[in-house]
């Protein structure tokens, strides 16, 4: 057994320790391992163990292993900041796009989305601590964008996604993701489409979970710690 398959198997084991803890299927959750800075090689030692869903920080880096691998069972997420200049590359190449907070980065992408493909899955991303360094919206914003996103035909709405801040303490986790998971109810009651809550890293997981988290998003935990010594320019 590799290092990433072991890795893998503990990460799945905790996923469904969460989730019987709280009553849900494990099944329910799927498991997004973000291979950013990580050498195709790597991601592909995570699809030999069973992993299909991956994350992508850096778009360049994320096409770069998308054609490398050329494997179209995997589902390729596009999870970081984005930029305008790099919408086309988001649209062409990803299945999902979990950073959408403003329609003109929707609007680009609806129109940038090949007419042979199906529409780009987005996930609208919530600025839940109201950190100035952090992407996204605030709540309140929600309602106007969603209806906004949910016109465009290239593209689909899928749910939310949130960056929590870092907090140690599990029950201040814990509210923090029910503040999420509550707007994710409201919205999947307005729009038929609304099923996914990417919500959950490695340090709070299992609060995620709880709340009622349908995608958690582990890195570090799989593949092991980043390297960032290759900068890049390319997000």
């Not at 057994?1 to 494990?26: F, K, W, Y």
């Not at 030692?45 to 992993?51: D, F, K």
């Not at 987005?122 to 106007?144: F, R, T, Y």
Request: hydrophobic share 40%; charged share 25%.
């Amino acid at each position: 057994m590799t290092s990433i398959e072991h890795n893998l198997q503990q990460v799945r084991e905790r996923i469904s320790a969460a989730a019987a803890r709280c009553g849900r299927d494990p099944e329910e959750i799927t498991l997004l391992a973000v291979s950013k800075t990580k050498p195709a090689i790597a991601v592909a030692e995570a699809v030999n163990a069973g992993q299909e869903c991956f994350g992508e920080n850096y778009v360049q880096e994320g096409v770069d292993k998308i054609q490398q691998l050329g494997n179209s069972s995997l589902t390729w997420h596009f999870i970081g900041p984005l930029q305008s200049n790099k919408s086309r590359l988001v649209a062409e190449h990803f299945d999902w796009c979990h950073t959408v907070d403003r329609l003109k980065i929707a609007t680009r992408m609806n129109e940038q989305r090949p007419q042979d493909s199906a529409p780009l899955n987005v996930l609208i991303q919530i600025n839940i601590s109201d950190e100035h360094s952090k992407s996204g919206i605030m709540l309140e914003a929600l309602p106007e964008l969603a209806k906004e996103i949910a016109q465009l035909p290239r593209l689909r709405l899928r749910g939310l996604m949130a960056i929590p801040a870092p907090e140690a303490d599990y029950q201040r986790q814990l509210a923090v993701c029910q503040q999420m998971a509550e707007a994710f109810s409201r919205l999947k009651k307005e729009y038929p489409s609304v099923d996914t809550l990417s919500l959950g890293m490695s340090d709070d997981m299992e609060a995620a979970i709880a709340a009622g988290s349908t995608m958690v998003r582990i890195g570090t935990a799989i593949f092991g710690a980043r390297d960032y010594a290759t900068t890049h320019n390319n997000n």
